[in-house]
């Protein structure tokens, strides 16, 4: 579900029993010939080089060696939409960094993944994702839905910190409802929340949650929920941090539209932390009549790339997301 994907995580749960199916997909593409293929090509964007380049995706190639500044950088930033199966084989390979930050935790998890961590290194057998799902309370989590089973397997063999990411649920729904003031001010400026956007940025986020919305909020609604975005985006990046510091590096793990460098994630990275160098990995699914690369860049108001990297791959078959919303 595409547009679930940029949803306040209390909002996706609530509509998790009406969600959409979703089925591989079985035709071919100009981008993606091989439906199969979990990566098609690789476009820089040019962000950081100042050269766009499209570069197919040898089934047999280490597709790593097409990110280059991958191996280089503190934080590695990786989207996803959370319900395509290729996305999450794929960037299983990709896991290079000695730390993993992941939206798919919440904070108030914290304690089972220490008990899964403490149980790993204790025990004599190698752990298991049934370990893991077991620890965090994977079944309630609202992820199982998703089909997460190939990431999880490669995160467990890699045997690295995990840290959790999201924030816990119900403050995510207070201040969706009441506003960013439920944050204590101290809280607002360690998350760089007291830095406000551009106009153009703030804009832009609230129209992204309205399209994402199917229009159905009410204009009333979309400041507060463009602040439980934002609170999301600082978090995310906090626990990023926390474990590049730790660490020395670290990789998040999250939807694409936290990935996008200009009001996502990596922007709250640079408010804290200039120093850090960050990449950004969008993963897009190929689209019907669209054969030109440049054309799935997410971009800032001024038309610049949002991301360092695009990984192409081919989409999904989908029921009308917007189905959800008249139940």
């Not at 993606?32 to 100042?50: E, I, K, L, N």
């Amino acid at each position: 579900m595409q547009q679930l994907s940029l949803l306040p995580a209390f909002l996706i749960l609530s509509l998790l029993a009406a969600a959409p199916t979703a089925s591989a997909a079985t035709r071919a593409h100009p981008l993606c010939p091989d439906p199969q293929a979990d990566a098609c090509a690789v476009y820089d964007t040019g962000r950081s080089s100042g050269t766009p380049r499209l570069t197919s995706v040898d089934r047999a190639a280490d597709l790593a060696q097409l990110l280059p500044s991958l191996a280089t950088s503190d934080i590695v930033i990786l989207g996803e939409a959370h319900d395509n199966p290729h996305h999450h084989k794929l960037r299983a390979g990709l896991l290079s960094k000695p730390a993993i930050a992941m939206e798919q935790l919440r904070a108030d998890q914290s304690a089972g993944l220490a008990r899964f961590i403490a149980d790993r290194a204790k025990s004599a057998r190698s752990a298991t994702i049934d370990d893991f799902k077991s620890s965090v309370d994977w079944a309630s989590s609202g992820w199982s839905k998703y089909p997460y089973d190939p990431l999880l397997t490669a995160i467990i063999r890699a045997n690295v910190p995990i840290y959790a990411g999201d924030p816990p649920r119900d403050l995510i729904r207070k201040i969706a409802k009441e506003g960013p003031g439920v944050l204590s001010a101290a809280d607002q400026k360690r998350l760089a929340l007291d830095r406000p956007f551009a106009a153009e940025l703030e804009a832009a986020s609230a129209a992204e949650i309205e399209g994402s919305h199917c229009g159905m909020l009410p204009k009333t609604a979309l400041p507060n929920m463009a602040a439980a975005q934002r609170y999301r985006d600082a978090h995310l990046a906090d626990a990023t941090l926390t474990a590049a510091t730790a660490h020395g590096q670290a990789v998040l793990l999250t939807g694409n539209s936290h990935a996008r460098a200009d009001r996502g994630v990596p922007w709250y990275i640079r408010a804290r932390a200039p120093d850090k160098t960050v990449v950004s990995v969008v993963v897009a699914e190929v689209e019907d009549g669209q054969t030109d690369p440049a054309a799935y860049v997410p971009r800032d108001p001024d038309g610049s790339p949002a991301a360092d990297y695009l990984i192409i791959t081919p989409t999904i078959e989908r029921d009308d997301p917007c189905k959800a919303f008249g139940k």
